[in-house]
C-alpha cells in the first residue's frame, strides 16, 4: 500500500501560469481533500470530494479547480497562478466523511 | 463560524518534564483529531476523540476531549527529545458542514536536554 501520494514534491511557477497538482490513493477511499498549509497557520480546505464525480468547496476554493473522475484520483488545478498561491499543498484521504484522514506528502508550491 | 485556538503556540520543555497543550472550539463538536508534524512533513494521525469524555493514550501522550467545555487536551508525560514536532488539533465542524475539519495553528514543541 502507497497510501496517499502526491506529485511533485517541488514547484515553481510564474504568475498566471496554470498546472495540476496531482493526488492518488490506493485504500479504495471514498473521502478526498486538499488542504493548503502556510507559516504559523494550520490547514485550511480548498476543495474535498465524498465520491467520484462529486465534489465540493472547502474554506478557500478560489482559484482553484477539481475534479474526481475516479476513486483513486483527485487532481487539484491553479487556473492562473498567483503569488498568494505560495504555499505547501497536502492531499488527503478517508475511508468515508467523519473519518480520520491519511494525509499525502504534500507539495511545497512557490509562486513568483 | 468555527475557531479553534490552541495554546500555548510555542513550547520549549526540559526532557523529563510533563506539560499539556490546550485545543479550544468555539461551536459544538462531537470529534476532534490531533496530529502531529515534523518539520517538512506530512502530518501523521496521533488520537481520533469521538464523544464526551474519550481519552486515548500512546506512549508518552495521551488526548482527552470535553465537549461540554469545547476542550481537548494533549498531555505530554515526561517529554523525551523524538517528542520535538507540531501538534495540531482539528474539529469536525459536524454532519452539517460535510464533517470539514477546521485546524488549530499548530503548537510548535521543542524538547531540550
Known amino acids: 500500500n502507497a497510501g496517499v501520494t502526491q506529485t511533485p514534491k517541488f514547484q515553481v511557477l510564474k504568475t498566471g501560469q496554470s498546472m495540476t497538482l496531482q493526488c492518488a490513493q490506493d485504500?479504495?477511499?471514498?473521502?478526498m481533500s486538499w488542504y493548503r498549509q502556510d507559516p504559523g497557520m494550520g490547514l485550511r480546505l480548498i476543495h474535498y470530494s465524498v465520491g467520484a464525480g462529486i465534489t465540493d468547496q472547502g474554506e478557500v476554493p478560489n482559484g482553484y479547480n477539481v475534479s474526481r473522475s475516479t476513486t483513486e484520483d483527485f487532481p487539484l488545478r491553479l487556473l492562473s497562478a498567483a503569488p498568494s498561491q505560495t504555499s505547501v499543498y497536502f492531499c488527503?484521504?478517508?475511508?468515508?466523511?467523519?473519518?480520520?484522514?491519511?494525509f499525502g506528502p504534500g507539495t511545497r508550491l512557490t509562486v513568483t | 463560524e468555527l475557531k479553534v485556538e490552541q495554546n500555548p503556540l510555542f513550547l520549549s520543555m526540559q526532557e523529563g518534564k510533563n506539560y499539556t497543550i490546550y485545543c479550544n472550539y468555539s461551536?459544538?463538536?462531537?470529534?476532534l483529531y490531533w496530529y502531529r508534524q515534523d518539520p517538512g512533513k506530512s502530518l501523521e494521525s496521533l488520537f481520533v476523540?469521538?464523544?464526551?469524555?474519550a481519552v486515548k493514550q500512546e506512549g508518552r501522550l495521551m488526548a482527552s476531549l470535553d465537549t461540554k467545555a469545547r476542550l481537548s487536551t494533549l498531555h505530554i508525560t515526561a517529554a523525551v527529545h523524538d517528542l520535538s514536532a507540531t501538534y495540531f488539533c482539528a474539529v469536525d465542524r459536524g454532519p452539517g458542514s460535510a464533517r470539514q475539519l477546521t485546524f488549530g495553528s499548530g503548537t510548535q514543541l521543542t524538547v531540550l536536554p
Open positions: 485504500m479504495n477511499h471514498e473521502y
Open positions: 488527503a484521504s478517508s475511508r468515508q466523511l467523519g473519518y480520520e484522514q491519511y
Open positions: 476523540l469521538l464523544s464526551n469524555g
Open positions: 461551536t459544538t463538536s462531537d470529534r
